[in-house]
């Protein structure tokens, strides 16, 4: 089981209330959400990083037969 811990946070109502309206979901919900995508962010950033440093040795049509 994943270890969770309770935290109190102040956060301005008015961008909590636009959060939670993006999202659709409760306080608890729309907090962890935020939490994924900062933290996914970051993972894209570093990425981005890698971009042109990697050589594929394979081909788009060669990926599309693949699939059948």
């Given at each position: 089981m994943e270890?969770?811990?309770k935290i109190t946070v102040?956060?301005?109502e008015d961008?909590?209330?636009r959060a939670q309206e993006s999202?659709?979901?409760g306080i608890t919900a729309t907090i962890r959400r935020g939490l994924?995508?900062?933290s996914a962010s970051k993972a894209y950033?570093?990425?981005l990083k890698?971009?042109?440093k990697i050589k594929f040795s394979t081909n788009l049509k060669d990926l599309?037969?693949?699939r059948r």
């Open positions: 270890t969770q811990r102040y956060v301005p961008l909590l209330r999202t659709g979901k994924e995508m900062l950033e570093e990425l890698l971009r042109g599309r037969e693949d």
